[in-house]
């Protein structure tokens, strides 16, 4: 099955809609998700608990099934030994199908969903639900081996992804794969929040596409700052952090900086008062930290602008 996935996805432009091929994707997204489930890569698990005992669920507990209602698939996610299940995610339940996962007493027995009517959810929010290729061919590849964070950090880092998800949110899209997405963006997701949010990406994309494009080359000085400022808008796009102030002006400064590198020569500011301190100096009153911070300053930009 995955490699009928994979050949099918090369298939596929860069990125497309959830609608262009519902059937499809709806087999994909949960192929991914059903391997998810129970592992790792798990970020669902986290916030289930067992009603009746108020205890966590353990990972090794959870069980899950492919569906098909009405020629839709979907996914049936519970846990063994318990019959009532709790979840501390606002907005998760309405992703559910209502019918098939509560009980007769109006309990939440398992979760049942269907990507499909996911994505018509946040529809609703006026939000597209995107599947961005080259990540899923990635997600696929990855199932079965062994999870490697900084190999990961390094391919989202050299493969520029930051770029990519500032363009999605722009354009008020999200990626549709795996239980991040459902459980980090999806699950409470509000219109006014993400078309501010678009505004900030329209700004984001815009200065470090211009900046990375300086270089053949870019430093991985250059390219983690990118990274950075990707990893701000997508936890910016959870809702929990919508409108968080902090995020917003860590966000401003970092974009700041890279214009202003960008509005005047290359030549480092903290030259002059390298200077200021090596010949200007009071001889007699000079300390070694006010030359180790002017050195340590002036190597630092120098690094930014030409490593």
Not at 40 to 54: A, E, I, M, V
Not at 268 to 273: A, I, L
Request: glycine residues 4%.
């Amino acid at each position: 099955m995955r490699n009928i996935l994979v050949n099918e996805l090369k298939k596929k432009p860069a990125i497309f809609s959830f609608f262009s091929d519902p059937v499809f994707n709806s087999k994909l997204i949960c192929f991914i998700i059903k391997h998810e489930i129970g592992t790792y890569k798990d970020q669902l698990f986290g916030f289930l608990y067992d009603k009746l005992t108020g205890d966590a669920i353990a990972r090794d507990k959870l069980r899950v099934e492919s569906i098909e209602v009405a020629k839709k698939d979907g996914l049936s996610v519970w846990v063994d030994g318990c019959t009532s299940l709790g979840i501390r995610l606002s907005g998760f339940k309405e992703l559910l199908n209502p019918i098939r996962s509560f009980d007769s007493e109006k309990q939440l027995a398992r979760l049942v969903f269907f990507p499909e009517s996911i994505a018509k959810i946040a529809a609703l929010q006026e939000v597209e639900l995107v599947i961005v290729r080259d990540w899923a061919i990635a997600e696929l590849g990855s199932i079965g081996h062994k999870y490697d964070p900084i190999e990961e950090r390094s391919q989202a880092i050299q493969n520029r992804d930051a770029l990519v998800f500032a363009s999605l949110l722009e354009n008020r899209q999200l990626p549709f794969l795996g239980t991040h997405d459902i459980v980090a963006h999806i699950a409470g997701l509000e219109k006014n929040s993400i078309v501010k949010l678009s505004k900030q990406s329209k700004r984001a994309k815009e200065i470090v596409s211009n900046f990375l494009s300086k270089s053949s080359s870019p430093s991985q000085a250059s390219l983690i700052l990118a990274f950075t400022i990707g990893v701000l808008l997508d936890r910016m796009a959870q809702p929990p952090n919508y409108n968080k102030i902090t995020a917003e002006l860590i966000m401003d400064n970092l974009l700041l900086f890279i214009e202003k590198q960008q509005t005047k020569e290359k030549f480092p500011t903290q030259y002059d008062r390298l200077m200021e301190v090596a010949f200007y100096s009071d001889q007699t009153t000079f300390t070694q930290e006010k030359i180790t911070d002017a050195t340590r300053l002036f190597l630092e930009e120098l690094n930014i602008l030409y490593s």
